[in-house]
């Protein structure tokens, strides 16, 4: 038996929940990651920072719980602020308000952090076409993000564009720049470009689509892979369903071996988020 680590997986109660978890470890799950959902899925309309605070205690009592049950599986809870939120926010109080509310919500996952509640910052940019003016604020509010994991010394998550090589590189320079070392830094939904992100030192959190694993392991052992399970009720299965990771690494174990897999479901989180994957 070896460990099997999802890099980000999120849970909803009035989803699956621990249902999902239960169906992980089924199929031979042992490990998640778990990133908070963005503040409107839960009803929560931040007007200020500590509005956040709610939806990263959800996150990190769902961890609790899936911790002190009998199901088998470790939940390391990752907080911060969705970049798609600096277009719903903007729309509500201008851009420059929702600029500071997004970096003071990441200051309450900084928090957390400290507080030993959270292992990770997830913060990034946004994933569709932006005015210059909002893409040049995320790029701020993602900084910034990273520059509070520095201080915490904690890895970072991004959810991002889809990236290229040059992307990637300039994903690198915002993190050198921001004090973090591109070491801590995870992309994640990431294309299984494994050379292209050693050579800029970030680490992928592969998307376990079809076919993605394979390509990524032909180039290496130097990622993690995800589901991106976002456990919504009106959108069951979305983006991959959570025995996706487990079942996909059995598949392939025998095409790769297991010591390729011990890398990508142990050694590469153990040295990313500093935390211990134990069976």
Aim: glycine content about 8%; proline content about 6%; charged content about 25%.
């Amino acid at each position: 038996m070896i460990p099997i680590t999802d890099n980000h997986i999120h849970l909803d109660r009035r989803g699956k929940g621990i249902l999902a978890v239960k169906e992980f470890a089924r199929a031979g799950g042992t490990h998640i990651i778990l990133v908070s959902k963005p503040s409107w899925t839960l009803g929560i309309h931040a007007t200020k920072p500590d509005d956040y605070k709610p939806v990263f205690e959800e996150t990190i009592g769902i961890a609790d719980e899936i911790n002190r049950s009998d199901i088998g599986v470790m939940a390391f809870p990752v907080l911060g602020v969705h970049p798609a939120e600096i277009t719903i926010l903007t729309d509500r109080m201008g851009q420059v308000r929702a600029e500071e509310l997004m970096m003071g919500g990441l200051e309450i996952a900084q928090r957390f952090v400290y507080e030993k509640k959270a292992i990770a910052i997830k913060t990034g940019r946004p994933h569709y076409d932006v005015s210059e003016s909002v893409w040049d604020a995320s790029n701020r509010i993602m900084g910034y993000g990273m520059a509070l994991a520095c201080d915490a010394d904690c890895a970072v998550q991004l959810h991002t564009e889809t990236v290229d090589a040059a992307a990637i590189a300039d994903l690198a320079d915002i993190a050198r720049k921001s004090g973090l070392p591109p070491e801590k830094v995870v992309k994640h939904h990431a294309p299984p470009l494994v050379h292209v992100f050693e050579r800029a030192g970030i680490f992928p959190g592969v998307h376990a689509g079809k076919g993605a694993i394979e390509t990524a392991l032909a180039e290496g052992s130097r990622f993690m892979m995800e589901t991106d399970y976002i456990d919504d009720p009106e959108r069951p299965g979305a983006v991959l369903g959570p025995k996706t990771v487990p079942r996909r690494t059995k598949q392939l174990i025998d095409r790769f071996g297991e010591e390729m897999f011990w890398k990508v479901h142990k050694e590469i989180p153990e040295q990313v988020y500093g935390i211990e994957i134990v069976l």
